[in-house]
């Protein structure tokens, strides 16, 4: 009937988001130059704010 509200919806994609951004985070501070090149692209796929969660990183100046 009802079925899941879109609060809950969004509730349960900015969870996911968060753990992948973890992850993300993790895997950084091993990463290779060229995976962090291809972290920071999968994090522009993953989120809008992206440049703000790369910057934060300390990514800001990898290029697209």
Do not use: P, W, Y
């Not at 060229?34 to 920071?40: D, F, K, V």
């Amino acid at each position: 009937m009802g079925g899941i509200s879109e609060r809950a919806k969004e509730i349960k994609r900015r969870r996911h988001r968060r753990k992948k951004l973890d992850v993300f985070a993790r895997k950084l501070k091993k990463a290779t130059a060229s995976e962090r090149t291809t972290i920071g692209d999968k994090i522009r796929h993953l989120t809008t704010g992206a440049e703000v969660i790369l910057k934060n990183f300390g990514m800001a100046e990898t290029k697209r």
